[in-house]
Structures are given as structure tokens and as C-alpha cells.
């Protein structure tokens, strides 16, 4: 089993940066795709990024590409957000999640492409 914990979110005006992180404990997840979802209230979990456990392939939602960055640091066990130029319509409570079931360039954009989840981070990002 893998357990998941995400962090850094927080309260921040519009045009500026947060980091979340991604950690993960009980199993490394060196050989895993890790992605990042959003889920405003009332609104399906959306995609945000994703990327390859090899680090080679990286996928992001075409609101985000451009400002927002995936990452990943295996020695850590941590995936990372990095997220700049914040709009309001970036406010969503952020979830990571990571699957062991695609090779080493392979990802999933797709929530019932992760089999395993974090309880979020609320990004909130003021006008």
C-alpha cells in the first residue's frame, strides 16, 4: 500500500506562485506515474498534470500548460506542483495519486487511471 500526502496549499493572491508536494510512504513510488487532480465544489475531479515514473514524459491540462510545472524527486519518494501566475479559477482543493500499472514513459490522465490518492490540499487563489 502506498499512502499519500500532499502539502503547501494555501490562501494567495491572483498572479502568484504556490508548491505543492506530493510525499509518499509505505512503498516507493519510483516505479509509478504520479499526476495531479483538481476538484472545485460542485465541479468533477479535473486533470491537472501528470508524469512518467521514469521522469522522461510529462502531460499537462491545457489550462494549466505554460504555468504550472510536475516534477518528481525518487530519492524522496516526493512528487512536487509547482505553480505560477495563479488565477482565481485555479481554486480547487488538489489531490496527487500515483499507479504502478504504466511503464517507464507512460502516463494516465484520467482519475481511474491511479489506483491510490491523496486527501488534498485547498489552493485558493483570491481575485
Known amino acids: 500500500q502506498v499512502q499519500l500526502v500532499e502539502s503547501g496549499g494555501g490562501l494567495v493572491e491572483a498572479g502568484a506562485s504556490l508548491r505543492l508536494a506530493c510525499a509518499a510512504s509505505?512503498?516507493?513510488?519510483?516505479?509509478?506515474?504520479m499526476g495531479w487532480f483538481r476538484q472545485a465544489p460542485g465541479k468533477e475531479r479535473d486533470f491537472v498534470a501528470a508524469?512518467?515514473?521514469?521522469?522522461?514524459?510529462?502531460s499537462y491540462a491545457d489550462s494549466v500548460r505554460g504555468r504550472f510545472t510536475i516534477s518528481r524527486d525518487n530519492a524522496k519518494n516526493t512528487a512536487y506542483l509547482q505553480m505560477n501566475s495563479l488565477k482565481p479559477e485555479d481554486t480547487a482543493v488538489y489531490y496527487c495519486?500515483?499507479?504502478?500499472?504504466?511503464?517507464?514513459?507512460?502516463?494516465?490522465?484520467?482519475?481511474?487511471?491511479?489506483?491510490?490518492w491523496g486527501q488534498g490540499t485547498q489552493v485558493t487563489v483570491s481575485s
Open positions: 509505505g512503498r516507493t513510488v519510483s516505479r509509478s506515474a
Open positions: 495519486a500515483a499507479d504502478f500499472r504504466w511503464s517507464s514513459w507512460e502516463i494516465g490522465e484520467r482519475p481511474k487511471d491511479y489506483d491510490y
Open positions: 508524469i512518467s515514473w521514469s521522469g522522461g514524459s510529462t
